[in-house]
């Protein structure tokens, strides 16, 4: 397998702008994880799907971040409209189950100009 | 608030000594903890786990954590620590549903 997989993998944009990033995660995992870390605030859990269902988006940071995941292979982060204090890596992760460890992608690191 | 907590940002060793590094958690329940490490431009691999039985657990790479409830604590050790063991390493915390929180890192310096 794979493991996860992340594009981009480097995105920059400008202030306003719409941005996706977007995660494959591994399969036969039922779980989807999106978490954001920067230097300021550590890596913190964005929001976590559990076959293909929303289950807690309690740490979305506000309405301009917005997450689907339409099939058990694919999910999407979309952040609309972009600011600069959302620089940062985002990384997704799936696991089997609440027992098992979670495997992360290699990060898209977001620039927002 | 549930929390899990580095003390330390920064711990140096050198190389062949032995090396921990430590976490405590506040959380509810009986959760679930695991060890990462991350190297530079990578993400989170996983390194142990606890959920229960031995409170000492054996991972990957020749690392190890031990678990006490009394002193709600989960630090990782290795033995003899390489050069390459440098990184950042994160303590979490499994507990609820699926909720995970992490520590802030603690970055590993091994000197040869």
């Known amino acids: 397998d794979a493991g996860v997989i992340q594009s981009p993998r480097h995105e920059v944009t400008e202030m306003g702008q719409e941005v996706t990033l977007r995660c494959k995660p591994i399969?036969?995992?039922?779980?989807l994880f999106w978490y954001r870390q920067t230097m300021m605030r550590g890596l913190e859990l964005l929001i976590y799907?559990?076959?293909?269902?929303?289950?807690?988006d309690s740490g979305m940071p506000e309405d301009r971040f917005s997450a689907k995941m339409p099939n058990a292979s694919f999910s999407t982060l979309k952040i609309q409209p972009s600011e600069p204090r959302d620089s940062a890596v985002y990384f997704c992760?799936?696991?089997?189950?609440?027992?098992?460890?979670?495997?992360f992608g290699p990060g898209t690191r977001l620039t927002v100009l | 608030a549930q929390s899990v907590a580095q003390p330390e940002d920064q711990v140096n060793v050198a190389e062949g000594n032995p090396l921990t590094v430590k976490c405590t958690y506040s959380?509810?329940?009986?959760?679930?903890l695991f060890w990462y490490v991350q190297y530079p431009n990578r993400g989170l691999q996983f390194l142990l786990k606890?959920?229960?039985?031995?409170?000492l657990v054996k991972g990957s790479y020749g690392f190890e954590a031990e678990f006490n409830k009394s002193q709600t604590s989960f630090h990782l050790k290795k033995p003899s620590a390489l050069v390459s063991d440098s990184a950042l390493y994160f303590c979490?915390?499994?507990?609820?549903?699926?909720?995970?929180?992490f520590g802030a890192g603690t970055r590993l310096f091994v000197k040869a």
């Open positions: 992760a799936s696991s089997k189950d609440r027992g098992n460890e979670q495997f």
């Open positions: 399969s036969g995992h039922d779980y």
């Open positions: 799907f559990n076959n293909n269902v929303p289950i807690d």
């Open positions: 959380v509810s329940g009986n959760p679930y």
């Open positions: 606890y959920i229960t039985g031995d409170n």
């Open positions: 979490a915390a499994h507990y609820g549903g699926f909720k995970t929180i």
